[in-house]
């Protein structure tokens, strides 16, 4: 394996078997080393081979600037998630993450802490995501010696979020707003206490995600056939009440209008956490 480009003693790009630039990282793998000189294969400790030429050059550039403990740590956070939540992170994630690990790391340092004001959102749509950020936090504190506050678990929740979904980060702040308009909606119309652990409520929450993912990217979802909606409108008209003032609050702040049928799917969302809730509620006045 023959370097193409050094970026510094532990980061080097090489040429893979297809062609294909990849960045490689290992402890003084590039020491004393010059462009075309062969490296140890067993110094390697990672292997960035990503997909785009052009996230692999954003890469090349960030790493060339960042310590290596940083860029381990990173990959460790990442390992790890991608382990507890079983299904494919975009390799854009190594990334982002890296960049803002090391970014925290530095306000840390200057003594310029962010506030994240989206943290009890963060927490409370994506608890699943937040638990991994605080693990993350956990880490960074203790392999690099520094005390990151609990608002740093909720950024790095987003990422995790952002990598899953495959959209920009500032969408997934878009849709962590979106989503808690709407569930505040929800709440006080209906006068519910939500119990996030109910199997209602987090299927309502993944369809608000993926709702607005769709409403962002303005691609809505469209039927001819109204009978179906009708029955829902019926059947349920307390749930479908709140779907209308729903729809109303998207029209005004975002300029996009609920399609027949995803105002159909909102009210048995709706529908489901209300009774749900209101069941949970019986049970725990009785007891």
């Not at 590039?30 to 890469?59: H, M, N, P, Y």
């Not at 390992?79 to 090391?102: F, K, T, V, Y």
């Not at 979020?161 to 500032?170: E, I, T, Y």
Request: proline share 2%; aromatic share 8%.
């Amino acid at each position: 394996m023959k370097i193409a480009k050094i970026l510094n003693n532990n980061v080097a790009v090489v040429l893979g078997d297809n062609g294909k630039e990849q960045v490689v990282m290992g402890r003084g793998l590039a020491f004393q080393k010059r462009v075309g000189d062969e490296l140890d294969a067993q110094q390697i400790e990672k292997v960035f081979a990503l997909q785009s030429d052009t996230l692999t050059g954003r890469l090349s550039e960030l790493l060339s600037d960042i310590p290596l403990e940083v860029i381990t740590t990173s990959e460790l956070i990442i390992a790890n998630a991608r382990q507890q939540l079983g299904q494919p992170l975009h390799e854009s994630l190594s990334i982002a993450l890296c960049d803002h690990c090391h970014f925290a790391i530095e306000r840390h340092q200057q003594g310029i802490p962010i506030r994240n004001v989206l943290k009890w959102e963060i927490k409370t749509l994506y608890p699943k995501e937040f638990s991994l950020g605080i693990e993350a936090v956990e880490l960074i504190n203790q392999r690099l010696g520094v005390a990151l506050p609990e608002d740093e678990a909720g950024f790095i929740a987003l990422h995790l979020v952002n990598a899953q979904l495959g959209s920009d980060f500032a969408d997934v702040s878009h849709i962590t707003q979106f989503m808690q308009e709407i569930l505040h909606i929800v709440k006080y119309r209906l006068q519910l206490d939500y119990r996030t652990e109910s199997l209602s409520y987090n299927r309502f929450v993944n369809h608000l995600k993926f709702f607005a993912q769709r409403m962002l990217g303005k691609r809505g979802v469209w039927s001819e056939d109204e009978s179906l909606h009708d029955v829902v409108r019926d059947k349920y008209p307390l749930a479908y009440q709140c779907a209308v003032k729903i729809d109303q609050h998207i029209q005004q702040k975002y300029l996009y209008q609920l399609s027949s049928e995803e105002r159909m799917f909102l009210t048995i969302h709706i529908e489901r956490v209300r009774k749900e809730t209101l069941a949970l509620q019986d049970d725990a006045d009785e007891a």
